[in-house]
């Protein structure tokens, strides 16, 4: 059974800073893909930042410069740190982790930007 469980959300003031975690359960956590989406009230899930196996880094251009995506394969684990986060960065985070035609997604967790 696969599991992506999500942490590290929370309130946050303009400026400020979060690390999201993702920690992964019944993958060979090495193999995938993975990638932080979020979605924000009546908008489309978008992604946020992607991390190949091999460490390749892909970011959306709204992000670029204040998110960092990293991964500890010894622990399962893939992060998202947030610095200079803006009002605009409030949304539900998801994790997403892909192998060829396997996929799959955490629950996801609130960030909330505002002041």
């Known amino acids: 059974q696969v599991q992506l469980v999500e942490s590290g959300g929370g309130l946050v003031q303009p400026g400020g800073s979060l690390r999201l975690s993702c920690a992964a359960s019944g993958i060979i956590f090495s193999m995938y893909t993975m990638a932080w989406y979020r979605q924000a009230p009546g908008k489309q899930r978008e992604l946020v930042a992607i991390?190949?196996?091999?460490?390749?880094?892909n970011y959306v251009d709204s992000v670029k410069g204040r998110f960092t995506i990293s991964r500890e394969n010894a622990k399962n684990t893939v992060y998202l740190q947030m610095s200079s986060l803006k009002p605009e960065d409030t949304a539900v985070y998801y994790c997403?982790?892909?192998?060829?035609?396997?996929?799959?997604w955490g629950q996801g967790t609130q960030v909330t930007v505002s002041s």
């Open positions: 997403y982790a892909r192998r060829t035609i396997s996929t799959f």
């Open positions: 991390i190949t196996g091999e460490d390749t880094t």
